[in-house]
């Protein structure tokens, strides 16, 4: 089972629900787990690396906003999971392509439940962290702005995948909020055009075949190396290369804690594994310490 077998997991019965929290160190005494012997570890301890931490960076996903009634999208229940084709939308040479897709984006904007989520417990936790001065960057593959709304500084937020609150013009770069087109939408104009050049618009986001922005992606790789904390929250951790965030955290000697709903591609990569409800996991890790 190789490194992946290496972990060191307790299950713990409270007031969250059932939870597993797993250790990436070879293990020592104490109970069977996958046929290896694991100690016991309380998840009070990870709350107290949290609490010594002075420079944490934290790495969100689409598992942050599923509390706030967004869906994710590889999830269970998620977006491409329930509806594959639902992907192509957010496919840059499918949506620069096809008229009639870009029609359909369009209506599932207008209709998106992100223009009525509000952020969750999850999101509020993270603020303590800000508030404490501890939070070095808040890095987010999240589009929807729920961390800002919350109460971080904006200039703490690094948004590596754009957000879905404003349009592009993918031929000129003109930037308007999104409720301007949405506007347009509702007047009956299907694939409303650019105001200034009649281009194709776009949510201000980063589509698959789409380039990151250059110095957006090199402030997150830059905070992940300055970190003494990472907190992975809500993520696959399968997207790249967003996601080398936690493996170039861990390179620089800072501690990994991910948590998350379910396995992630990155767990053996972890100090800490916490897997269950974000909004019960990140109260106790950052308001429990």
Known sequence: MGEAAHYHWVQWIGPIGKLSVGFGRPALDGCSVMGHTAQMVSVEEAAAWVATAERIVVFTGAGMSTDSGIPDFRGPKGVWTLDPAAEKMSTLQHYLA?????????QKRLHSPTWQARPNAAHHALVELERRGQLLALVTQNIDELHQQAGHDPAKVIEVHGTVRWTRC??????????????????????????????????????????LVPHVIGAALDAADRCDLLIAAGSSLSVFPAANIVPRARAAGARVIIVNGEPTAMDRVADVVLLGPLADLLPALCLGA
């Open 98 to 106: 096809d008229p009639e897709l870009r029609r359909v984006a369009w």
């Open 170 to 211: 993918w031929d000129c770069n003109d930037r308007r909020p999104m409720d301007e087109i949405l506007d347009r939408v509702r007047a009956g104009e299907a694939d409303p055009p650019c105001a200034v050049c009649g281009g194709i618009v776009k949510s201000d986001t980063i589509s698959f075949g789409q380039d």
